[in-house]
């Protein structure tokens, strides 16, 4: 579904990648682990077309998007989740979805869309016209999952959905990440801090250092790896 | 009272027509963070374009002035878009101070480009709708005055509409949120630029005809001042605050309105500024606007 093949990305003289490859099968959930300022979010935001690659290589479905414009890489199916969650917080619940579905034309398909993400994050409905900047911190990342599945998206990319949330919300919020992946068959590629839960809900890890792979696997191998539980899961 | 009355529309009609100009300013800075100084330009091309139109057609007529005023519109939109498009596309994501400073250079362009196209000699605005003057009860209303307040409240309440109700609108907020996260749902922000640079030129465009019917004296420099005051009118709302720059046009209107009609006219600007200047002290962010920090 995604391949990514030795990418470079750097800012001014500073390499943030320094050249990795990784791929997300068709329906699975991928993860990217690793520390702050590892480059995981600079994966996402090149992937997405919102950082412009210095070498190397992004197919999605067999096509190289590696140069097209953000709004043009939404357009194939491709849907972010970004970090901090960049919900519009001045727009209503109702026009943040809307916003979401801004590509689609479809009435009929934009109202199974809403029925779809209201039947999994059945708050948003309750807070449908409330200014979405008003929402706790797990609805606002319900409201960005929400405005991604606006999209119809074939795949999507979740940058620290646990980031800022209160601690009951986070399981709720996975398990519905895996109940999108499940039920229509969306792939993800998911990016955590938080390594424990990243490989409990995936089936295959990446682990990113300082702009490169140093490690990958299933996820349940990499949960027993000595060296990963030493420096990411608490020993 | 009457005397109050009279003052009040006249306030309202001059209000509006800053409101007109204003908006441009708040909408371009909403979605850039950039001060167009070429839109005070932009109205006077719109002056010259309802000048050289309402000329060729028959004077005196609604719709003659209509098609005028259309004709003004649409002009001064294709100007902002090429405007956008030449001048400040390639500069985004540079520096803010060198797209605020070209933006000078344009205006200074668009200024002596006007003088050495239409002349820097005033020119005497034809009156493009009927004129008539009505009185009742010692209340004098021109028509012109009927038609600022009118055309200008048309265009407004069509504004408030795009922006609220329809999807461009929503899109244009969103890119004023967060231009990031715009282009993750797909909006294509070039496309919500130029529109936003042609709305505002647009309205700008109407307000430059509407200005010259009630100040019938155009020349390539006439949008200097109203330019500058619908400027503070903008900031004095709340600037990238659309609500906030239509009530900041109709304060300023109205200040300068009756402190002109009051002994202390020689002072209008003198004593409508210093009421901004005291009113931003107390509220930097403008009546209507939010203070929030720059994000990095």
């Known amino acids: 579904m995604l391949e990514i093949s030795d990418l470079f990305v750097s800012y001014g003289a500073i390499t943030a990648l320094g050249g990795i490859s990784l791929k997300v099968p068709k329906g699975s959930i991928v993860t990217l682990i690793g520390g702050n300022g590892a480059g995981k979010t600079t994966t996402l935001r090149t992937v997405s077309g919102l950082l412009r690659p210095k070498s190397g290589k992004v197919t999605f479905m067999g096509e190289d998007i590696t140069r097209l414009p953000a709004h043009a890489v939404v357009a194939r199916g491709l849907g972010h989740v970004p970090e901090g969650r960049m919900i519009f917080s001045n727009l209503t619940v109702d026009e943040n979805l809307a916003m979401g579905a801004y590509l689609k034309t479809s009435k009929a398909a934009v109202a199974a869309s809403r029925d779809y993400v209201f039947g999994i994050f059945p708050r948003l409905k309750e807070r449908l016209h409330q200014t979405a900047g008003t929402l706790s911190g797990g609805e606002q990342q319900m409201l960005a999952i929400s405005r991604a599945l606006m999209g119809e998206p074939r795949f999507i990319m979740l940058d620290e959905p646990s980031l800022g949330i209160a601690p009951r919300l986070i399981s709720t919020i996975f398990e519905r990440i895996i109940e999108i992946n499940r039920d229509r068959g969306i792939a993800i590629l998911l990016v955590e801090q938080n390594a424990h839960l990243a490989l409990e809900v995936s089936n295959y890890a990446y682990v990113l250092e300082t702009g490169h792979i140093t490690m990958q696997g299933p996820s349940e191998s990499l949960m027993n790896d000595p060296q990963l539980k030493a420096a990411y899961l608490g020993g | ?296």
């Open chain 2, 1 to 296: 009272m009457s005397e109050f009355l009279q003052q009040l529309i006249n306030g309202l009609s001059l209000g509006a027509i800053y409101a007109l100009i204003a908006l441009g300013y708040t909408m371009v800075y909403g979605v850039l963070r950039f001060i167009n100084f070429a839109h005070s330009d932009v109205f006077m091309v719109g002056a010259f374009i309802g000048y050289y139109v309402g000329r060729a057609l028959p004077l005196g007529t609604v719709w003659g002035g209509l098609v005028s005023m259309a004709a003004a519109m649409a002009g001064c939109a294709v100007l902002g878009i090429v405007i956008e498009r030449l001048v400040y596309r390639p500069l985004r994501g540079g520096p803010t101070l060198n797209v605020l400073i070209t933006a000078i250079g344009m205006s200074l362009f668009l200024e002596y480009s006007g003088q050495l196209v239409f002349g820097a000699t005033p020119r005497a605005f034809p009156q493009i709708f009927p004129s008539k003057v009505m009185e009742f009860h010692g209340l004098i209303i021109s028509m012109n005055q009927v038609i600022v307040i009118v055309v200008a409240s048309v265009l407004l309440l069509g504004l408030e509409f795009t922006v609220f109700r329809t999807k461009i609108g929503t899109a244009m907020r969103a890119v004023a949120l967060n231009p990031g996260a715009a282009q993750l749902v797909g909006i294509n922000i070039d496309v919500v630029i130029s529109f936003t640079f042609g709305l505002g030129s647009a309205l700008a465009g109407a307000g430059g005809v509407l200005y010259a019917l009630n100040y019938p004296s155009i020349d390539p420099l006439m949008g200097v001042v109203p330019g500058l005051k619908a400027f503070v009118a903008a900031v004095l709302g709340g600037v990238g605050n659309i609500p906030g720059a239509a009530l900041g046009a109709m304060i300023l209107g109205m200040v300068e309105t009756f402190v002109d009609g009051s002994r202390w006219s020689t002072y209008k600007d003198a004593i409508a500024f210093t009421i901004l200047i005291g009113i931003l002290l107390f509220r930097p962010a403008g009546l209507l606007g939010r203070m929030t920090s720059e994000k990095v």
